[in-house]
């Protein structure tokens, strides 16, 4: 008795965990305005697991008084020795039994016994019922077609095609935006090209008045240090060079390197903003320094932005 008993309390331990879980969730949101509804709706769940899972019990306990009756019945109808072969055979291992309960297989020596009276050409056919776990089956989907109906109409974690369609394209976005992130962050010296959207430029804007107006100037007009609106530069203006020169600094001149600090994501906005800067002719501009920048032909995107630059100074 004492071992059933702990068998039923270990059967009944997921619903108690599920009654727990949903306890602290409730506690968790108590802020929520719709509290009481989940709250209710929670515990029902948890109530139709524990209800579930006593009826699998109770099952079970039937299935034992049904297996008793049998061996009685058999006792009194065919004897000790069929009632004593019958105990025999329940006392096998449980993986025998739990096989051949499963799969209700009936020996070779006892076909004979479910041998219908059709007879086709020689063919004979066998009574065999449906394999039990293939009952089992049907049962469980049965269950299951009562609880999803009870999530899906009766509950407020049940979304319609229309709900789960907009979530899947919803996180579908999210995953896109992750992987251009991700992208993004791929590029360096060697690849970056000239970035002309107003996203990006205005990105590139909040940084380098973060990072770079101190020392050239809030419009880039220059002062500690070079003025970078001028078609003159010290270590190259097109944005792969500006990018280079962002990214590893100018120790020498005084310029830390900024690879540290921003995101190759940043530096790009950034280079791309500085290069944009080319031709705005602020006041009070440093004068020039470097070389005067030589259009790239072989660099398209950098081509017209470049000459703009060039033919406005």
Known sequence: MKNRIYKYLLAFAPAFLLAASVTAEAVEKQADPYFYDRLFSNMLFATAGVVIIGAILALFYLLNIMVKVQQIRIYEEQGLDAYLSKVKEQKESWW??????????????????????????????????LPPWWVAMFYITIAYAVVYIGIQHFSDYGMSQEEEYQAEMEQAEESIKAYLAKQANLVDETNAELLDDDASLAAGKVVFDEKCAACHGMAGEGGVGPNLTDPYWLHGGSVKDIFKTVKYGVPEKGMISWKSQLRPAEIHKVSSYIFKLGGTNPPNQKEPQGELYQVDNSAPADTTAQAEKLSMN
């Open 96 to 129: 025998k039994r739990a096989y051949k309960r499963w799969t209700d297989v009936v020996p070779l020596e006892k076909e004979k016994d479910i041998l219908m009276d059709h007879d086709y050409d020689g063919i004979r056919e066998l009574d065999n019922s």
